[in-house]
């Protein structure tokens, strides 16, 4: 961990939930600095919808719980593994409208909130992170944060992976669009070799996708990379065949899907037992972004709270963990309080890590996803 000091005030005492919210900036991220410095290196971030609103992804659910497209209806696990003429044409709806969802959930890019957090992270400050979306944009973030520390001089585009100077950890709880699972035995394969699978055996819907990435009109998409097509006839998609199971493309019961985890599909044990310990082995936690909608991720605060550590929520609008004994939470946007806890701390430390954090700070993107009618808010 790097050892950072910062100027705080002097210790107020414990302050109401409204009384946090109405900080003003500079003491809101002062109150950050004592809550990170106090958690020595073993602060545990949870993120969710409303970090990657800003990239352009929307969230599932607005403040009530709704869906932010009331047409939206997410296809369900149960209905993409069925083993029946049924099920295959799921799999070619799904497919067929993720193809074309798709590209834009890959292009997006980390936006000032996920490198804030990608900062906590290289400093050793918040070295862990949980996050519940499936964008890719945390790992994308720490990437151009890592490559800033190790070429000083170009802090080039993320393309490959880069060790971040601390063992730092970030778990995807419901999974990540950038791979394709099989469901047969459980490989995974880049997404991108997938997506030009689907393109070679789909020539007519590859040109509707060239063409979409020409005009720029893209069918709205939501945050699973699925796209909403009105009276469109998926029956003539094709959907190969894990290619792993079989590279000839004729074991029809080697069904692929995203990596993600779908409406009425279970987090894997593996992955649930990793948040769980996370949690345990975290002196505390710092909520960003997320109404903690999902049972998978209320129940880390749940667990947190039931061991008496220490949390600090920043997102707007009501969660379900809001009357958990022990969660302290600014009503406000993460992205601003990170934003002045990382100006003080660049201004009044030094060193290569600080110096890298100062490079980067400035290469979040801001892509406002196009109005649309309902809530949109955090997930
Ligand atoms: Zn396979």
Redesign the pocket.
Known sequence: MVRISIPTLPPAPLVPPSALTLLAPKQAAAYLARFLDEGKGKTLVITGAGVSVESGIRAYRGKEGTYSNPNYKPILYHELVEDSPRGQMFRKRYWARSFLGYPPVRDSLPNPTHIYIAALQALGLAPNLITQNVDNLHPKARNLVSSSMHTPSSPSSATSTIPPPYPSRILELHGTLAKVH??????NQPRDDFQAQLAELNPVWDEEAKESERTGRRPRTNPDGDVDLQGVDFTSFVVP??????PSGKDTT?F?KPNVVFFGETIRPEVREESLELVQSASRLLILGTSLATYSAFRLLKLASELEKPMLMISTGPSRADPLPGLEKMDREAGPVLRAYLDELVRTNTGPEVDAVRRVMDMGVVKVPPEVEGPRAEG
């Open positions: 099989c469901l047969k035995h459980h490989h065949p894990c290619r792993i199971c079989d080697a692929v």
